[in-house]
């Protein structure tokens, strides 16, 4: 079992920034991918951005160039740095981890609790 806390949502206006962390615990073999995903209120849950073991990055087209992912490989540790912050970004935001774990090495996908996003206008 893998387990995530976040922390680093919060109240900011229109072209602010904030940074979200996620930390990840448990028997982990090797983690495989973790990232973000968002879910508003009446919409479905999207992507947000990611990072993989190789440490490469992928951005949904919405946040690109505003948002920056980051790792702490030794804190099993990722940071969402959210700059130029728009109305349409507030949303739950919740970590993802897909890990290898050490009791079967098997993959599984863990989700963390959310932390709430607002940006007003």
């Known amino acids: 079992q893998v387990q995530l806390v976040e922390s680093g949502g919060g109240l900011v206006q229109a072209g602010g920034s904030l940074r979200l962390s996620c930390a990840a615990s448990?028997?982990?073999?090797?983690?495989?991918?973790m990232g973000w995903y968002r879910q508003a209120p009446g919409k479905q849950r999207e992507f947000v951005a990611a990072i993989i073991s190789d440490g490469s990055t992928n951005y949904a087209d919405s946040v690109k160039g505003r948002f920056t992912f980051s790792r702490d490989n030794a804190k099993n540790t990722v940071y969402l740095q959210m700059n130029s912050l728009k109305p349409e970004d507030t949303a739950v935001y919740y970590c993802?981890?897909?890990?290898?774990?050490?009791?079967?090495?098997?993959?599984?996908?863990?989700w963390g609790q959310g932390t709430q996003v607002t940006v007003s206008s």
């Open positions: 993802n981890c897909i890990a290898t774990m050490t009791q079967d090495m098997y993959e599984y996908e863990y």
């Open positions: 448990g028997s982990i073999f090797l983690i495989n991918a």
